[in-house]
């Protein structure tokens, strides 16, 4: 071989779109789960979340005196939250099997202060 000529082997690993790239989406539906998912928000979600919503604030204040309220309460709080259930699959383009898998796990983040 002469002057700045040369050969070698190389090798490496590296991560793809689904195991941690950089394209944003992690679920295995396209464009179609992402329009189906804001069908839902818009004409579903948001109806349902204003209904248990209201009722929410209306039997919260109930379950001081009657705490085995707070089942009823605690279902009221997850349909409040299907507005955040949907618009976070839609985003992630997941189809509906991947989005009951974590749908236990999906609710809004929180941030408490706590001042003493």
């Not at 979340?49 to 605690?74: E, K, N, Q």
Request: aromatic share 10%; hydrophobic share 50%; charged share 5%.
């Amino acid at each position: 071989m002469g002057s700045g000529e040369g050969s070698g082997v190389g090798g490496g690993t590296g991560a793809g779109a689904g195991a941690g790239g950089s394209t944003g989406t992690t679920g295995s539906g396209g464009t179609l789960w992402l329009i189906l998912w804001l069908l839902l928000l818009v004409f579903a979600a948001l109806w349902v979340a204003g209904f248990c919503a209201w009722w929410y604030i209306m039997l919260i204040p109930f379950t001081v005196c009657l705490p085995p309220l707070a089942a009823v309460t605690d279902v009221l709080l997850r349909g409040t939250q299907l507005t955040y259930f949907c618009a976070k699959n839609m985003m992630e383009r997941n189809n509906f099997s991947e989005a009951m898998a974590n749908a236990a796990t999906t609710v809004p983040p929180t941030v408490l202060v706590v001042q003493s």
